[in-house]
């Protein structure tokens, strides 16, 4: 498969804050990622730099092969930001003609589709929208669009319960028919879980840890029991969390555990469960700590 994008050893510093640090980053063809961070990770700044914003202090970002240099708007990439710089005053149609200038496998049977399923008014004006309308007027956009990559920088931020399934839903559905690649950028993973085929987990300005989902889920492992007897067992494992309490242990592991170990670890006393993406996440940024 060819790299849509690729970044290489990117930095970006804004005074003493190192906001993205020796990034690597590389995404494929047709496939839909997620970029996972806590608040102030680095995420958006890297998305800046990937779609041309923000230039980085050293590295490099190539778009299909070509890198990007600096003052360049990279024609291939949808970007759909957290928040929106449409113009207020701008009706919900004219900013969908506007965005369906720059992207040339732009589809208004399915922009015109969307506003009707979302409900929109398309002759609203962008300042007469809720918070979670104006979101949908970008989701639209990311849809529509149809661009090698698009980029969604918190999609469902504002938006209900539903209106986030159903776009999660609508964007699977287009994505099977037009497939390209898709980075889905947040801090809620329970979001995405079900959507993305592979994540980039970032933390404090660099890349924490790439794999693909189904590899998480059959990695990841939560051990409970006696403090000796997991550290013996864990001994050599990718330990990413512990936590002792009395004579016993929890810990959270990302490794293969083997059927022969999982005899041996059952010998020992010691349970072995899988970890939902959602804890593993937490174990792995927040030491155990649910992220909301
Ligand atoms: N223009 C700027 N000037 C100064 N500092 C900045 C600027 N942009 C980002 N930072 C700092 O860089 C770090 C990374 O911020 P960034 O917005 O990229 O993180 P994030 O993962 O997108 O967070 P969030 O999910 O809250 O948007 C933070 O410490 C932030 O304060």
Same mark, same amino acid.
């Given at each position: 498969? +060819?790299?849509?994008?690729?970044?290489?050893?990117?930095?970006?510093?804004? %005074?003493?804050?190192?906001?993205?640090?020796?990034?690597?980053?590389?995404?494929?063809?047709?496939?839909?990622?997620?970029?996972?961070?806590?608040?102030?990770?680095?995420?958006?700044?890297?998305? +800046? $730099?990937?779609?041309?914003?923000?230039?980085?202090?050293?590295?490099?970002?190539?778009?299909?092969? @070509?890198?990007?240099?600096?003052?360049?708007?990279?024609?291939?990439?949808?970007?759909?930001?957290?928040?929106?710089?449409?113009?207020?005053? *701008?009706?919900?149609?004219?900013?969908?003609?506007?965005?369906?200038?720059?992207?040339? &496998?732009?589809?208004?049977?399915? *922009? &015109?589709?969307?506003?009707?399923?979302?409900?929109? &008014?398309? &002759?609203?004006?962008?300042?007469? !929208?809720?918070?979670?309308?104006?979101? !949908?007027?970008?989701?639209?956009?990311?849809?529509?669009?149809?661009?090698? !990559?698009?980029?969604?920088?918190?999609?469902? @931020?504002?938006?209900?319960? @539903?209106?986030?399934?159903?776009?999660?839903?609508?964007?699977?559905?287009?994505? *099977?028919?037009?497939?390209?690649?898709?980075?889905?950028?947040?801090?809620?993973?329970?979001?995405?879980? $079900?959507?993305?085929?592979?994540?980039?987990?970032?933390?404090?300005?660099?890349?924490?840890?790439?794999?693909?989902?189904?590899?998480?889920?059959?990695?990841?492992?939560?051990?409970?029991?006696?403090?000796?007897?997991?550290?013996?067992?864990?001994?050599?494992?990718?330990?990413?969390?512990?936590?002792?309490? %009395?004579? %016993?242990?929890?810990?959270?592991?990302?490794?293969?555990?083997?059927? *022969?170990?999982?005899?041996?670890?059952?010998? !020992? %006393?010691?349970?072995?469960?899988?970890?939902?993406?959602?804890?593993?996440?937490?174990?792995?940024?927040?030491?155990?700590?649910?992220?909301?």
């Amino acid at each position: 498969m +060819n790299a849509i994008l690729e970044c290489t050893n990117v930095n970006k510093s804004y %005074g003493k804050t190192d906001a993205v640090r020796n990034l690597g980053m590389k995404l494929e063809e047709n496939t839909i990622y997620g970029l996972l961070g806590r608040n102030g990770a680095g995420k958006t700044t890297l998305l +800046n $730099m990937i779609t041309g914003g923000v230039f980085p202090d050293y590295g490099d970002i190539a778009i299909a092969g @070509l890198p990007l240099r600096q003052g360049d708007t990279p024609r291939d990439i949808c970007y759909v930001r957290e928040k929106n710089f449409f113009f207020g005053g *701008a009706k919900v149609i004219e900013i969908l003609e506007l965005a369906s200038s720059f992207h040339k &496998n732009w589809d208004w049977t399915l *922009a &015109n589709e969307l506003v009707r399923t979302f409900k929109l &008014n398309p &002759n609203k004006k962008i300042r007469q !929208l809720s918070r979670g309308m104006e979101s !949908l007027v970008g989701n639209i956009i990311g849809l529509a669009s149809r661009a090698p !990559l698009t980029i969604y920088d918190e999609p469902v @931020l504002g938006l209900d319960v @539903l209106m986030r399934e159903k776009f999660y839903r609508l964007l699977v559905e287009d994505y *099977a028919e037009h497939p390209r690649t898709i980075l889905l950028s947040t801090h809620l993973i329970d979001e995405i879980a $079900m959507v993305v085929e592979r994540i980039y987990i970032m933390d404090a300005g660099t890349i924490l840890l790439d794999d693909d989902v189904d590899n998480i889920r059959t990695h990841s492992h939560l051990l409970k029991g006696s403090s000796e007897a997991v550290r013996a067992f864990t001994s050599g494992k990718r330990v990413i969390y512990e936590e002792n309490y %009395g004579n %016993g242990a929890l810990v959270a592991v990302y490794d293969e555990i083997g059927e *022969a170990e999982r005899a041996q670890a059952g010998r !020992l %006393g010691i349970t072995i469960d899988g970890l939902p993406l959602q804890k593993f996440f937490a174990y792995l940024i927040e030491g155990g700590e649910h992220v909301e």
